[in-house]
């Protein structure tokens, strides 16, 4: 599968932006997703996922109320809201595609060992 993102770029503390990640090669509905980030020296670390019906979401708790993660299966697309950006959001965020369409639990939709496929990752910078 190939993942690509898009959105990212440079807003003040406070602002907003929303990424897209436009999915193509395999099944995109009926299955999960999910977006991580990873800042410069940091690991790479979950931030949101969403089950494939969209039911269920799960996020990052220092983005709760901030980010909303959504999807369009008519458009293979996925998105992330962000609101009230802050400068610890500064990162570059990708997007990822798991092994299995459905995961078991909260946890494992946090574990980057459960995804198989990456975007190659766009820039977010929040200035102070």
């Known amino acids: 599968v190939q993942l690509v993102e898009s959105g990212g770029g440079l807003v003040q503390a406070g602002g907003s932006l929303k990424l897209s990640c436009v999915a193509s090669g395999r099944t995109f509905s009926a299955h999960g997703m999910g977006w991580f980030r990873q800042a410069p020296g940091k690991e790479r670390e979950f931030v949101a996922a969403?089950?494939?019906?969209?039911?269920?979401?799960y996020y990052l708790d220092s983005v709760k109320g901030r980010f909303t993660i959504s999807r369009d299966d008519a458009k293979n697309t996925m998105y992330l809201q962000m609101i009230s950006l802050k400068p610890e959001d500064t990162a570059v965020y990708y997007c990822?595609?798991?092994?299995?369409?459905?995961?078991?639990?909260?946890?494992?939709?946090?574990?980057?060992?459960?995804?198989?496929?990456w975007g190659q990752g766009t820039q977010v910078t929040v200035s102070s």
């Open positions: 990822a595609y798991p092994r299995r369409p459905w995961l078991s639990s909260s946890s494992s939709y946090r574990s980057l060992n459960e995804y198989d496929y």
């Open positions: 969403i089950t494939w019906s969209g039911s269920n979401t």
